[in-house]
């Protein structure tokens, strides 16, 4: 009994010294170090160039606003979006680059560096994974963006009311995949919807011909396929080849250009968060004008998301130096629950105990390469 209760005093000594370390480490630093746990090579390397990119905006504009007292520094590990990549990558920032802060997508990154990032007291914000069970995920761990069961809770009255009964779901075999057919499964009944079949595919398969065969057999009103990626594109150009005409559905990572850009996308309808860029209030404003004048373009909503997660971490730790207080994982997240409500792009951005951003969805319908809001 007194060795059991030796080692756990010992246990506990030793992560207090560890948080002293690291708030030591981070007082005395010469910049806040702000992490990001992206692919950045393989089939969803493009999601992690459209996250950096939203990210790097709001870094500049910290930097012209001399809203904080130290630089802000980026720093950059590959996820690969996979687990392993994310255990690997969130051990280095965490022990080698003392990131106080860090950027993460994607549900089964997150849901392997989240333990690593919550023993290290370093605060894990996620602009875009999806997956329900990263609600809650750790204390540290937080989400600007609106996870899939608030898609999906949208996308089936939707359906119901353009007489879509049956509903194919094609989905990944991973974390993503598997609680989007859960969610569809138990949100059809009560819609008066029925689930036609299920189609389950490895992350890494880009053939699906007999896929599109099966699914044609299931006489579906309407097909709902839940992928990421590069495989969205061949996904939606494959069933369209192989003979499904009916309705494609999915959700918000189809918000990329290798779909977006896609003729057999024409028509697809997809959820995800409001963005209205018309909206007048200043932060809204300087985002979407600056952005246009860079890449000519309109922003999406991961730009957004990881614009957002990099300005949130500005106004709290401005909150935190004003108060005399470090800038640690513990003192963000008191400082977030403390204020709950904060001026994003997109309007007002509020936070619930799970550290969830609550924003309405909306859906949108792709018509000539450009979205275009649908209810």
């Known amino acids: 009994m007194i060795r ?95 990131a106080v802060y860090t950027l993460i997508g994607f549900t089964g990154v997150s849901k392997a560096a989240a333990p ?73 009944p009560a819609n008066g919807g029925t689930l036609a079949g299920s189609f389950s595919i490895a992350p890494t398969a880009q053939q699906f011909g007999p896929i599109a065969a099966k699914i044609r057999e299931s006489t579906p009103d309407a097909v709902y396929f839940a992928s990421y990626g590069a495989q969205q594109a061949q996904i939606i ?41 018309t909206l007048q209030d200043p932060v809204t404003q300087r985002f979407v004008k600056d952005w246009r004048e860079k890449y000519h373009s309109d922003p999406t909503t991961y730009h957004q998301n990881y614009y957002n997660a990099v300005r949130l971490f500005g106004l709290l730790a401005q909150g935190l130096e004003k108060a005399g207080k470090p800038v640690d994982g513990e003192a963000l997240r008191a400082e977030l629950l403390r204020v709950r409500k904060f001026a994003l792009v997109g309007g007002e951005g509020t936070f619930d105990d799970n550290c969830n951003i609550s924003i309405p969805i909306q859906i ?6 450009k979205a275009e809001r649908i209810g």
Not at 33 to 43: C, S
Not at 77 to 98: F, I, R
Not at 240 to 253: I, P
């Open 4 to 98: 059991r209760r030796t080692l756990l005093m010992g246990s506990a000594a030793s992560a207090a010294l560890l948080l002293a370390c690291r708030r030591a480490f981070a007082e005395e630093a010469a910049s806040y170090i702000i992490g990001t746990l992206f692919p950045m090579a393989g089939p969803n390397a493009e999601y992690g160039a459209i996250f950096t990119a939203g990210a790097q905006m709001a870094l500049a504009h910290l930097a012209e606003d001399k809203m904080l007292r130290k630089p802000v520094e980026l720093r950059a590990e590959d996820s690969q979006a996979t687990p392993q990549g994310g255990a690997t990558g969130m051990t280095k920032l965490a022990n080698v680059d003392h």
């Open 116 to 188: 690593i990032g919550q023993r290290n007291k370093v605060v894990m914000v996620n602009g875009g994974g999806v997956g329900p069970d990263l609600s809650g995920l750790a204390p540290l761990f937080w989400n600007v963006i609106p996870l899939i069961d608030k898609e999906i809770a949208a996308i089936i009255p939707w359906l119901k009311a353009q007489g879509a009964k049956r509903v194919a779901v094609l989905y990944v075999d991973d974390p993503l995949g598997n609680a989007a057919l859960k969610q569809i499964s138990d949100a059809l």
């Open 237 to 277: 150009k494959q069933l369209r080849d192989n003979g499904v005409s009916q309705q494609l559905v999915t959700y918000s990572a189809a918000t990329i250009p290798s779909v977006r850009d896609l003729a057999e996308a024409e028509g697809l309808v997809f959820t995800a968060q409001l963005s209205d860029w």
């Open 364 to 369: 949108n319908r792709m018509k000539g390469g």
